[in-house]
């Protein structure tokens, strides 16, 4: 046991190390959206958040911490008191600091996203619609391509795996154009009415699950008389939860995610997706107001880690479902 | 056809009905439509105009469509093999025994969960030349960081980093591969005296290459089509001395921001079939190596 151990020691200094890589640029953005926006640019980096109080005539003031020097055998600080424009110079021993998150900054950057309820609300609609269209649709189809045999089935579903290469940016002049010219440009309609339109990665999961329901199931509704959409709406629907929930899940991070489809339809600020609202705030305090930039970004990316720590292995089956005969 | 036959025809035909339509509204028309006004003159608020083929006469001797096609190439060239390497050791070290497996399969996957978006605020910062936590990382080690985001020579590697930080997706993929390969066969490998690193290239690689050959195609796909995390980074002038243009930015710059449909549709042809071209390649020269059970 201790021998397995020691022999396993490099394997596992291998993985924490890299699992700290992994780790650190989330913890990062962490620790800066916390601070306040002086100690952000800091060397070297502060991984907490502090404030700081030094002794004036016997009472604790808040401070901004400056520069410290050596003169006459002490320490000494250039502080600035809070709320004050002039510096004051104190024993470095008088100034004294306690960690304290600044919790104020979420609040400050959703006020500086002006829109940040509208971009959450239209994010969830969008979210809402995409996940009934893709569930709904992808389901009718994938059973299609699954439990009934028609002939010629295989080779349109050959052709509807090849489709999956063809990336948006190759449609998306004439995609436009057709939105235009019904006049979705400017509205959320197409970011979610194709997700009525089945797409072909949601079938191709469906059908891998579809196809391990036994065929017997469905011979015996049909000859007790039952039609092939109550076969499909009560037989084989409640027995593909699972997968259902995997590719509600999937579409849900999608939409969330999603950046060039609102950047190219959407044209009004208070239509923008907190993705694409993120991008927008970013254009115009970036680099500088580096902690409001992060504590906007823990606000798009928490919710998805948390749904991801709720669903983890459905989740993880599907994306390992994908790499099934691929 | 008997009248069973055409009936099931046609109840699968209603059963797919959703997906013919969009097959037909969203990828066949869009794709036809792309061909044809990519021999246009075409801003969006005009009719179309025949042109022949001078857009793809222009790309010939348009330097900035080679800078972003050679650029694109370069990321893809080593973030596409340098992926697929790292994504393959970390499955398969978390597929070794130990404690807390678990929690470090999920602390390696939650990287590839945040949205691109918020990758590219991250690294923006993490790359910051005077403030950023790589370069005071470097420095600790002794050595001297570039301005990774300002500096032409490093904007690529910049964003193959950012590439691998996001490879939770395809390492899943193989970790559960790992899962299915007998464990009979390393058994008997062992007993034959084979070493770790044989049993890897002989069993592991050969026995889960189906699923690497997956990850490689979409590998190729999602690189030749990166745009969110350049264009965040970068703008849409592709950042110093264009060294960070790539591909599907331009096309989104000469469609939306300079008017020209039609050229960007050319573009967009010329970018679909580079992706099918590389498809093509990577299937024939894999081929005979990839190995599928029960065949």
Known sequence: MIGQLIRRLPLHALLIGGALLFLIPLLWMISTALKPIEQTMTMPPQWLPYRYTAQMDGEPVAVRPGPVYRDEGRDWMRVLPEGESTAVTVPADDVSRYVSPRWENFGNAIRAMQFFPQYLRNTLILCLLTVIGTVCSSALAAYGFSRIEWRGRNRVFILAVATMMIPFPVIMVPMYALFQSIGWIGTLRPLWVPTFFAQAFNIFLLRQFFLTIPKDLSDAARIDGCGEFRIFLQIILPLCKPALLVVALFQFMATWNDFLGPLIYLTDQKDFTLALGLQFFQSQHGGTEWHYLMAASVIVVLPVIILFFFTQKSFIEGISMTGVKG | ?295
């Open chain 2, 1 to 295: 056809m008997t009248r069973g036959e055409r009936r099931t025809l046609f109840i699968g035909l209603a059963f797919i009905s959703p997906w013919i339509m969009g097959f037909l509204l969203m990828t066949l028309y869009p794709v036809l439509a792309t061909i044809y006004y990519s021999f246009c003159d075409y801003a969006l608020l005009s009719e179309p105009i025949w042109i022949g083929t001078l857009n793809y006469r222009d790309m010939a001797t348009d330097q900035v469509f080679w800078q972003s096609l050679s650029n694109t190439i370069y990321y893809a060239a080593i973030a596409i093999p340098v992926g697929l390497l790292v994504s393959f050791l970390i499955a398969v070290m978390l597929n070794q025994a130990f404690i807390a497996r678990s929690a470090f399969r999920t602390i390696y996957f939650l990287p590839s969960m945040v949205p691109f978006v918020a990758v590219a605020m991250i690294w923006l910062w993490v790359f910051h030349g005077q403030f950023g936590l790589l370069n005071y990382a470097l420095e600790r080690i002794g050595l001297q960081g570039p301005n990774w985001l300002a500096d032409e020579r490093y904007t690529k590697p910049a964003l193959i980093i950012m590439s691998i930080w996001s490879i939770g997706g395809a390492m899943v993929i193989c970790l559960a591969a790992l899962q299915d390969v007998p464990r009979q066969l390393y058994e008997s490998a062992q007993l034959d005296g084979a070493s770790f690193m044989r049993q890897l290239w002989h069993i592991t690689v050969p026995m889960i290459s189906p699923v690497l050959y997956f990850n490689l195609i979409m590998g190729i796909i999602g690189s030749l089509q990166l745009f969110v995390q350049p264009f965040i980074m970068f703008g849409s002038d592709g950042g110093p001395n264009r060294s960070a243009l790539f591909y599907a930015v331009y096309l989104y710059e000469n469609a939306f921001s300079y008017g020209n449909m039609g050229y960007a549709c050319a573009l967009a042809w010329v970018l679909f079939m580079l992706i099918v071209a590389l498809t093509w390649v990577a299937t024939r020269t894999t081929r005979k190596r990839i190995y599928y059970a029960g065949e």
